[in-house]
T-cell receptor
Framework: AQSVTQPDIHITVSEGASLELRCNYSYGATPYLFWYVQSPGQGLQLLLKYFSGDTLVQGIKGFEAEFKRSQSSFNLRKPSVHWSDAAEYFCAVAPLTGGFKTIFGAGTRLFVKA | DADVTQTPRNRITKTGKRIMLECSQTKGHDRMYWYRQDPGLGLRLIYYSFDVKDINKGEISDGYSVSRQAQAKFSLSLESAIPNQTALYFC????????????FGSGTRLTVV
């Protein structure tokens, strides 16, 4: 079955520290991969996406993610977290063909402490 | 104006009432989706529409119906609301030409009492 797993329900990091949010997927073939961010009271905003090619992708707000086929992972990273990064982050996958229905992980809530 | 607009933003309704959530978009996308968000469960797909004449059930369509009135408008109805339909509802759009991800509305917080 197709699924997306975000193992960490919540993570707390200090401002200025580095961040890594984990995402693993189960899919028949390499899908499209996405990370979205949801700030309080807002809809989801696309941070970055991977289709093919370079396995390290850059996104908005200083985020990057690395696709590792052998581990079926697509982890999100940021070198130095800012207080404004506190939000919920969702990993998602979608098929390369046959439509663009996206499957979302359960989300990881990021808390940033001063 | 926002690319994807959802109305209302918040709604409290009583059990058994019919309620409609509306979504309109200015992105020009032909694909539209309704998702439900519950804490710890992420987003689950209720219905999706790839064009005005193509509407499909998602994984949790029971108790819901939809109408695609135009390319830019996609509404979600709860025929007889029940408390476990209390959730945050999102409308999203995407382009059929390529999958560059979704554009989301700001959500409707629905409470059924």
């Amino acid at each position: 079955a197709q699924s997306v797993t975000q193992p960490d329900i919540h993570i707390t990091v200090s401002e200025g520290a580095s961040l890594e949010l984990r995402c693993n997927y189960s899919y028949g073939a390499t899908p499209y991969l996405f990370w979205y961010v949801q700030s309080p009271g807002q809809g989801l905003q696309l941070l970055l996406k991977y289709f093919s090619g370079d396995t390290l992708v850059q996104g908005i707000k200083g985020f990057e993610a690395e696709f590792k086929r052998s581990q079926s992972s697509f982890n999100l990273r940021k070198p130095s977290v800012h207080w404004s990064d506190a939000a919920e982050y969702f990993c998602a996958v979608a098929p390369l063909t046959g439509g663009f229905k996206t499957i979302f992980g359960a989300g990881t809530r990021l808390f940033v402490k001063a | 104006d926002a690319d994807v607009t959802q109305t209302p933003r918040n709604r409290i309704t009583k059990t058994g009432k019919r309620i409609m959530l509306e979504c309109s978009q200015t992105k020009g996308h032909d694909r539209m989706y309704w998702y439900r968000q519950d804490p710890g469960l992420g987003l689950r797909l209720i219905y999706y529409s790839f064009d005005v004449k193509d509407i499909n059930k998602g994984e949790i369509s029971d108790g819901y119906s939809v109408s695609r009135q135009a390319q830019a408008k996609f509404s979600l109805s709860l025929e007889s609301a029940i408390p476990n339909q209390t959730a945050l509802y999102f409308c999203a759009t995407s382009d059929s030409g390529s999958n560059y991800g979704y554009t989301f509305g700001s959500g409707t917080r629905l409470t059924v009492v």
